[in-house]
């Protein structure tokens, strides 16, 4: 678990930190990337032991700034590029992990960038945050789940606005939109997130999941669905 190249991971008192590593590149998302953060989350989700996990990034300027692009050159086309991307469904195991995951986001979260902090369930930025989707300019749709998640966050129609126009969001707006919980000042952010952590990870974990489960998966349900999935989930708690 110890020996990868884009990603730190660190467990810490029944937390997870995961910090994408690639800071020269400001983080940008290659397939190295996806293979082991796809390990990484794997093991999150099977340690009984992982309460709750903290995503972040690496060094000064950005969470992610989306899509390596250096690959999208290499690769034949653009959409086999992002094809390559679809052989391991990461963000199906992202949606799938039954802990509460915190993004802390800072600096440039662009593209795949802002797909991961939307796969995470509480979103916390700091004042210098900026968010983007570049893909309509590059030819491309968001794949890695945002086109589903990001209306699901802040409404269909302000996820098109901010989709189709390729305008960024900077920290008040993304406030505004409920993109993110909270804005922070930089300096407080990881601070913020792990005091955050370590509040869920001292309560009850079948309590802390069986919470998330019948929130997330009441949102895609009817609200009768959603009371009975409450019930059955109810039941199920100590
Ligand atoms: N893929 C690969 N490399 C990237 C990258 C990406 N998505 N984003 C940034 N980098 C690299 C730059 O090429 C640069 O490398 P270099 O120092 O070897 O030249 C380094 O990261 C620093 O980026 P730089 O562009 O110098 O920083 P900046 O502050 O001037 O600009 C951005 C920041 C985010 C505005 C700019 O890097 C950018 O537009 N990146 C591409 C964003 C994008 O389209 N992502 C794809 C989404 S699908």
Not at 89 to 110: C, E, T
Not at 168 to 196: M, Y
Not at 202 to 229: C, H, Y
Request: hydrophobic share 45%.
């Amino acid at each position: 678990m110890s020996d990868f190249e884009t990603i730190i991971y660190q467990k810490q008192h029944n937390i997870a930190y995961v910090t994408l590593n690639r800071p020269q590149v400001l983080n940008a998302y290659n397939l190295r990337m996806r293979d082991e953060l796809y390990e990484v989350l794997g093991a999150i989700k099977d340690d009984a032991d992982v309460r709750v996990a903290v995503f972040q990034g690496a060094g000064e300027k950005a969470f992610c700034a989306g899509a390596d692009l250096t690959e999208f050159l290499t690769a034949p086309s653009p959409l086999i590029a992002r094809q390559v991307r679809w052989e391991r469904d990461i963000w199906g195991l992202f949606l799938s992990l039954p802990q509460p995951l915190i993004a802390a986001l800072h600096g440039y979260v662009l593209g795949s960038g802002i797909e991961i902090a939307l796969c995470c369930d509480i979103r916390l930025a700091s004042d210098d945050v900026q968010f983007g989707l570049p893909e309509p300019q590059l030819g491309i749709i968001p794949a890695a789940g945002g086109s589903q998640t990001l209306p699901r966050v802040i409404g269909g129609a302000q996820a098109l606005e901010v989709l189709l126009s390729g305008r960024w969001l900077k920290a008040d707006e993304a406030r505004r939109l409920k993109l993110v919980n909270r804005v922070l000042p930089r300096e407080e952010l990881f601070t913020q997130a792990e005091r955050l952590a370590k509040r869920i990870a001292g309560f009850d974990p079948a309590a802390v999941t069986n919470a998330k489960q019948a929130i997330v998966r009441g949102l895609d349900l009817s609200l009768e669905q959603g009371l009975d999935l409450e019930a059955r989930l109810t039941g199920s708690v100590r």
